[in-house]
């Protein structure tokens, strides 16, 4: 990884976060930076980052794309912006109705304050799942797609 | 307030460190004993798991922006009045937890105990517990916290 002087090594107790640039996104990301994370909450890059598993050159916030809303489809089912916190997504008044289990999933899981702060694409963009940034920005962008069929329902990640 | 600040600083060490507002404690610094929770823009987080940089215009409540020692706020006072804390370093954390808990109620955001999912939960012992299942207490006094 190249370090530029902005990159040094940020100590505070056993702390040490490399990373030396922040910029926030409001459109699409052009590009490849090998070395750049995706922030969306950072409840997940953040506790990594902390332990040195992570050390980006760069973080790009997402949070300004208009990712952050849940949409009915056509079909019957339901599209959700990445963006979309934890806690919103399973308190969404149809998620609850008609997709339960993603309720009693997610509300499983962490803490409150984790849930609220985590956003749905967390789990494409944390960094654990090796993927080149332009694909992981792809699937943000695209978030997650429900689809009802009548009797059945079935989800996937589109 | 407008200060400059290191991007890789936590929002939690900018509160501490940077605004010199130390009411909110560092635990853990991972996101699992939720001594750093603060509300922002209303919603509870783990001050200690999001940059400073990235609420830039959000409006972040501390424990010291809920009440003073001559005007307590209802939950401070709620913790006075039932003996909530012993040696106190959880409870900035737990007082904006449970603030922030009671809004979600509000808002209808179920939990892992709650029955009936279209039906709006009710702020009894067994829901808070939960609720407040996010914030750790080394002292013995979490069995009063909800």
């Given at each position: 990884?190249t370090r530029?002087?902005?990159?040094?090594?940020?100590?505070?107790?056993?702390?040490?976060?490399?990373?030396?640039r922040?910029?926030?996104r409001?459109?699409?990301?052009n590009?490849?930076e090998?070395?750049?994370?995706?922030?969306?909450?950072g409840?997940n890059?953040?506790?990594?980052?902390k332990?040195?598993?992570?050390?980006?050159?760069?973080?790009?916030?997402?949070?300004?794309?208009?990712?952050?809303s849940?949409?009915?489809?056509?079909?019957?089912?339901?599209?959700i912006?990445?963006?979309?916190?934890?806690t919103?997504?399973?308190?969404h008044?149809?998620i609850?109705?008609?997709?339960?289990?993603v309720?009693r999933?997610?509300?499983?899981?962490?803490s409150?304050?984790l849930?609220?702060?985590?956003?749905?694409?967390?789990?494409?963009?944390?960094?654990s799942i090796?993927?080149?940034?332009?694909?992981?920005?792809?699937?943000?962008t695209?978030?997650?797609?429900l689809?009802?069929?009548?009797a059945s329902?079935k989800?996937?990640v589109? | 307030?407008?200060?400059?600040?290191?991007?890789r600083?936590?929002?939690?060490?900018?509160?501490?460190?940077?605004?010199?507002?130390?009411?909110?404690?560092?635990?853990?610094?991972?996101?699992?004993c939720?001594a750093?929770?603060?509300?922002?823009?209303?919603?509870?987080?783990?001050?200690?798991?999001?940059?400073?940089?990235?609420?830039?215009?959000?409006?972040?409540?501390t424990?010291?922006?809920?009440?003073t020692?001559a005007?307590?706020?209802?939950?401070?006072?709620?913790?006075?009045k039932?003996?909530?804390?012993?040696?106190?370093?959880?409870?900035?954390?737990q007082i904006?937890?449970?603030?922030?808990?009671?809004?979600?109620?509000?808002?209808n955001?179920?939990?892992h105990?709650?029955?009936d999912?279209?039906?709006?939960?009710?702020?009894?012992?067994?829901?808070?517990?939960?609720?407040?299942?996010?914030?750790?207490?080394?002292?013995?006094?979490l069995?009063?916290?909800?």
């Amino acid at each position: 990884m190249t370090r530029s002087p902005k990159s040094a090594e940020y100590a505070h107790e056993d702390v040490h976060l490399r990373t030396g640039r922040y910029s926030r996104r409001r459109d699409s990301v052009n590009g490849q930076e090998p070395d750049a994370r995706f922030i969306g909450g950072g409840t997940n890059l953040l506790d990594l980052m902390k332990l040195q598993i992570e050390a980006p050159s760069h973080l790009i916030d997402l949070q300004d794309l208009k990712l952050g809303s849940i949409s009915a489809l056509d079909s019957g089912g339901l599209r959700i912006g990445a963006l979309v916190s934890n806690t919103d997504l399973a308190s969404h008044e149809r998620i609850r109705r008609d997709y339960s289990l993603v309720t009693r999933a997610i509300v499983a899981g962490a803490s409150g304050q984790l849930r609220a702060d985590r956003v749905t694409a967390w789990r494409i963009v944390r960094p654990s799942i090796a993927l080149p940034p332009r694909r992981v920005l792809w699937l943000a962008t695209w978030g997650v797609t429900l689809r009802c069929r009548q009797a059945s329902t079935k989800s996937r990640v589109s | 307030m407008a200060l400059n600040v290191d991007p890789r600083t936590t929002l939690l060490d900018f509160l501490r460190d940077h605004v010199g507002l130390t009411g909110t404690k560092k635990g853990c610094d991972h996101g699992q004993c939720g001594a750093c929770t603060v509300l922002v823009d209303g919603v509870r987080i783990n001050a200690c798991l999001t940059l400073a940089v990235m609420h830039a215009g959000d409006r972040v409540t501390t424990i010291e922006g809920l009440g003073t020692p001559a005007s307590l706020h209802p939950m401070q006072a709620a913790f006075v009045k039932h003996d909530r804390f012993q040696c106190g370093y959880c409870t900035p954390g737990q007082i904006c937890s449970a603030i922030g808990a009671l809004v979600e109620v509000e808002r209808n955001v179920p939990s892992h105990v709650t029955d009936d999912l279209q039906v709006f939960a009710r702020p009894m012992r067994l829901e808070m517990r939960e609720r407040m299942s996010g914030n750790t207490c080394r002292c013995g006094a979490l069995r009063k916290h909800s």
